[in-house]
């Protein structure tokens, strides 16, 4: 049977790590990367992780199965940490979550239960959003529409035009918002236009489902995520999708959870087995360990502010390099203003270049990026930031 199946083409972004690893040149720079990586172009374990996993290694006591809903003590801290500790619904007692393997799962579980609840149901997502929305959603049989998003003429948001797509969406139907760090864009709703997509939620009455992969990676733990908070405060019923991948650098280990917030106890206590029931067709229990690692540092006081103290610099660093490349692109031969890299929140951003300047960037100067100009502002670093704007500086000058 195999037989009748064909090579597929890689996926473009392991396709352009196999190029950038084989390319001899040694000065090539990796702005496609989906990680973090420090100054000296290293992913490393973050300090409160090696710590709790230290402590772990001694108090563990077992590795039997967990339960389908994985740990409910690393649910509900994780859950605090997204919605603060009196939020409304937590209050009212109207969210129930399951841990899940990373924000993929969480996404994954979250449209399998959207699928259970209205078959029919139709995903909104931004133009352009993550590449994996895409599959992960579909993939569980929903359909897929596009709201109008990026702006590219000013690196921002297009917000008349997401918000008179939207004006069309109603009840039954989910919008997709990223809860900060847009990924692939960096451009995020401030604080007023969270307060509209509210209003018009509840207006509409559509379901609100939200991808929060990089809480801390923006402006900080509460601010990342004042937006959402006000949101999930308003409406009666959302699907919240949280990874632990990037704030705590826990990629590999797969720690997330999906949270159903629903109108009434009795309802989400009903979702929640619904979901648990979803997880046990696919992957049947969550793995334990990065879970515990990250309820372990939540916690606990000191790891905890040990842990904020170092997503903090992490944060600090990527505000830096943002600051740092605008400033080294000014006045650059093209007229380009690159000052939206400033405004824009996370590890990416659209470069906005033409294609034709990123395979110059990538031939001739061994700078990588994706073909649609997502850049990881983490790849850029003090010692590679000069032959890094002096390239661009060359791509961009009119051809004579
Ligand atoms: C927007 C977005 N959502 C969700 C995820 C899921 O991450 P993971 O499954 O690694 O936790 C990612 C990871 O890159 C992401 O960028």
Redesign the pocket.
Known sequence: MFEQLSRLDPDPILGMLAAYRADPRAHKIDLGV?VYQDELGRTPIMRAVSDAERHLLVTETTKTYQGIAGDPVFNERLLALLLGANHRVLEEDRVRGVQT???????RIGAELIQRARRAAKVWVSTPT?A??IPLIGGAGLQLAEYPYFDAASGGIDFDAMMDTLSRVGPGDLVLL?GCCH?PTGADLDLGQWRAVTELALKNGFTPYV?V??QGLADGVEADVAGVRHLLAAVPEAVV?S????NFGL?RE???AVYFIAATRAQADAVQTQAMAAARQIYSMPPAHGAAIVSTILGDATLRADWLEELGEVRGRINAMRTLLAARLAGNAAGKDFSFITRQKGMFSYFGITPQQVTRLREEFAVYMMESTRINLAGITPANIDSLASAVHAVLEPAA
């Open positions: 989906g393997p990373g924000g993929c799962g969480a996404l993550w994996n929305h990223h990924n991808d992969a990089y999708a990874s632990c991948s990037k990629y797969r720690a997330g």
